[in-house]
């Protein structure tokens, strides 16, 4: 069955570290418009960027307040990357973000990925999830709804990066909820 892209359904999803390695990757991530559009990541970005985004989550990796990964397929082949950014253990509150590469869009790996970050949420003891989603940003919004989050509501003037405020919702998970299954890889 083909997406909504007209792509094969990619499903073969998995999560690796975010290392040195995913570098040129991630510059492509963050050279891209699209990225940028419903990202933090700033206008125009450093040069660096890249390159400080695997450094400053590998320090949070060490302090157990953030961690991020490649999402790649079987073959290794990088398709975006997870997030979770926030890691509270204090309130037992994980945020999680997702990025999937402009050649992977509309093939499920944006669902794959969420549904593996929240997964690792899990896993870490996390009893409240949460996903900060563009308004204008449906696709995204899609995908909570397909990993089983809540829409909470709208936190109005809350995305923030110089030039640009715009309205996010909130998303949100707990581990009781129900979460549909996903198609079988």
């Not at 290392?19 to 991630?26: C, R, T």
């Not at 990225?35 to 990796?61: C, K, L, Q």
């Not at 829409?151 to 923030?160: D, N």
Request: aromatic fraction near 6%; proline fraction near 8%; charged fraction near 25%.
């Amino acid at each position: 069955m083909r997406s909504s892209s007209g792509h094969e359904p990619i499903r073969d999803v998995r999560l690796v570290p975010l290392a040195a390695e995913h570098v040129a990757d991630l510059r492509e991530l963050v050279d891209d418009a699209g990225t940028r559009r419903f990202t933090r990541i700033p206008e125009p970005p450093p040069d660096d960027y890249a390159a400080g985004w695997v450094e400053r989550f590998a320090a949070g990796r060490e302090t157990g307040e953030r961690e991020a990964y490649a999402v790649v397929d079987g073959t290794g082949a990088f398709l975006g990357a997870g997030m979770l950014p926030v890691i509270d253990g204090a309130s037992a509150t994980v945020e999680i973000g997702y990025i999937v590469s402009p050649g992977a869009r509309g093939r499920g790996v944006a669902t794959w990925a969420l549904s593996l970050l929240t997964d690792r949420a899990l896993e870490l003891g996390a009893e409240r999830i949460v996903l900060h989603i563009a308004v204008g940003n449906p696709a995204s919004q899609r995908v909570a709804e397909r990993c089983g989050y809540r829409l909470e509501g709208v936190l109005r003037s809350e995305y923030w990066k110089p030039g640009v405020r715009a309205d996010t919702q909130l998303w949100s998970l707990l581990p009781g909820d129900h979460r549909p299954p996903l198609p079988e890889p």
